[in-house]
């Protein structure tokens, strides 16, 4: 079966850092791209982070390059957000994507809210 399992959402002040995880099980992580995408209320799906199957190559949309770094470790088979001077804006659900060819799976999503 199938999963991905997002996690380390909360709530976080402005300024402020959260880490997210995405563990992978039912697939061959590695063959895998994998993607952050996060949703606010009332809003698209927006892309946030992407790297490639090695680690080697990564890239952000623009709202969060500069704060947020994508990371991945092929042994754990999990895929990392970092997310640092966090802003109101960045408040969203986060979701973890897999693609690989014309396989696609998301997690269900983990909540980051930005607040004072």
């Known amino acids: 079966q199938v999963q991905l399992v997002e996690s380390g959402g909360g709530l976080v002040q402005p300024g402020g850092s959260l880490r997210l995880s995405c563990v992978a099980s039912?697939?061959?992580?590695?063959?895998?791209?994998m993607k952050w995408y996060r949703q606010a209320p009332g809003k698209e799906r927006e892309y946030v982070a992407g790297?490639?199957?090695?680690?080697?190559?990564?890239n952000y949309g623009e709202s969060v390059k500069g704060r947020f770094t994508i990371s991945r470790d092929n042994v754990r088979k999990t895929v990392y957000l970092q997310m640092r001077s966090l802003k109101v804006e960045d408040t969203a659900v986060y979701y973890c994507?897999?693609?690989?060819?014309?396989?696609?799976?998301w997690g269900q999503g983990t909540q980051v809210t930005v607040s004072s």
């Open positions: 994507h897999a693609r690989y060819l014309f396989h696609n799976y």
């Open positions: 039912g697939f061959t992580f590695h063959y895998y791209v």
């Open positions: 790297v490639t199957i090695d680690g080697g190559r990564k």
